[in-house]
């Protein structure tokens, strides 16, 4: 008897032969952003997003207890229903405070945050301007809107002008970046954006979410270090990675959030996150605003690494940050790479598509505040074997 999935056998084997297909691995253990335990062994972990080791800090972990011991786990319905606790309130209060903006508005994770918004924004009749190396949950975004997408060259700023002075007719337009891409490691260019925007009477959306809690004075973003943030109108984020917590979060005007609160679908229709989860997002908050030589020490290790890559000539892009991609173009080559640092005792996730872009599969080196000079330069005697 034929089964109606039978197709899957052939689309995964389809997957197998071009190196695409994913297998599901699971650590035992904390993240611990140096170390990773995987298939009994321990390697030194270049693929975690927790940045400033706060994901197994005791104090987190010592809120999250007090949390479950007092407002206990599930959180039992939506937000606008019974989901949302004085800790939620008190951790948007607290985002919006740290980020500097009047109002901010949690969802169950960053993905959510960014179909949240820009579906809000815009619909059918708008255009939307995105850059091509924006992560899935933006185009995901973009694609449920409805809106006209264009989508301009990456960084390209002439482009964009170029496409906005075209698009006079449009309803309300929209241009979505991130500020520090996720896979390449480079900053988009945001003070030319936000004269673009404010030319051309676009709203500007920035997605933060790997540079939340590194960069800027007080370590809000990008938006803060490149001093745009007035001309950014929305800004999202996560507690996901620097954090070291869990849940995205827009920020920005009240009236903004009191849109999004009525109206994005991920916030109105999915159940709030346990409030322990929102007192982990408050004590990150409050370890990034104490301790920052955590991000002060990431940015240091970023530089010395990016000098020692540059040295060895490692094909690296156009990365200024404390992710570092190693271009290697075919996704069985990235695999192999990935394979035989592991085999020396270093996990780097070899990323393919639908990550990158087809041709342009990559290792991704993330770092964290808790690597060692010396640990990375064990990984480039490592890499300087595979070349
Ligand atoms: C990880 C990521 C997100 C999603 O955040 P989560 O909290 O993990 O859902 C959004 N945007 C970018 C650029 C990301 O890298």
């Not at 997408?149 to 964009?160: E, G, K, N, Q």
Request: proline share 4%; hydrophobic share 40%; with cysteine.
């Amino acid at each position: 008897m034929p089964h109606p999935l039978d197709w899957l056998d052939d689309a995964l084997d389809h997957l197998d032969r071009r190196h695409l297909r994913r297998t599901l691995a699971a650590r035992t253990g904390p993240q611990r952003g140096d170390k990773i335990d995987l298939g009994g062994q321990t390697l030194v972990n270049f693929g975690s997003n927790d940045y400033l080791g706060l994901a197994n800090h005791p104090e987190v972990i010592a809120a999250v207890r007090t949390a479950l011991d007092e407002a206990g786990w599930g959180a039992g319905a939506s937000p606008l229903v019974t989901g949302r606790t004085d800790l939620h309130a008190k951790l948007e209060h607290e985002l919006a405070a740290f980020e500097g903006t009047e109002a901010a508005l949690l969802f169950p994770t960053g993905y959510a945050a960014n179909v949240g918004a820009i579906t809000s924004l815009v619909g059918q009749g708008d255009a939307i301007f995105s850059d091509e190396l924006n992560h899935a949950s933006i185009i995901d975004g973009c694609r449920l809107s409805g809106a006209v997408i264009c989508v301009f060259p990456h960084r390209d700023v002439a482009a964009l002008g170029s496409v906005l002075r075209d698009s006079g007719n449009a309803g309300r337009r929209l241009i979505v970046t991130e500020s520090l891409f996720s896979m390449t490691g480079d900053f988009a260019p945001l003070a030319a954006l936000a004269d673009l925007a404010q030319q051309h009477d676009a709203t500007l959306m920035v997605d933060e979410a790997h540079a939340t809690g590194i960069y800027g004075r007080r370590g809000r973003g990008l938006c803060e270090e490149s001093g745009v943030e007035d001309g950014v109108h929305v800004r999202t984020g996560t507690l996901s990675k620097a954090l070291g917590g869990h849940g995205g979060f827009v920020v920005g005007s009240q009236k903004l959030i009191d849109w999004l609160a009525n109206r994005a679908r991920p916030y109105v229709f999915s159940t709030a996150a346990p409030a322990p989860v929102a007192a982990a997002g408050l004590c990150g908050l409050k370890l990034i605003a104490s301790q920052p030589e955590r991000r002060q020490s990431l940015l240091k290790l970023a530089s010395y690494a990016r000098e020692q890559f540059l040295q060895h000539r490692f094909e690296c892009g156009s990365s200024s940050s404390q992710i570092l991609p190693l271009i290697l173009g075919d996704a069985g080559r990235a695999m192999s790479a990935a394979q035989r640092l592991r085999d020396r005792g270093f996990f780097v996730p070899a990323i393919r598509p639908p990550s990158v872009p087809e041709g342009k599969s990559l290792l991704r080196i993330s770092l964290t505040c808790l690597h060692t000079e010396q640990q990375l330069d064990d990984l480039v005697a490592a890499l300087g074997a595979l070349y």
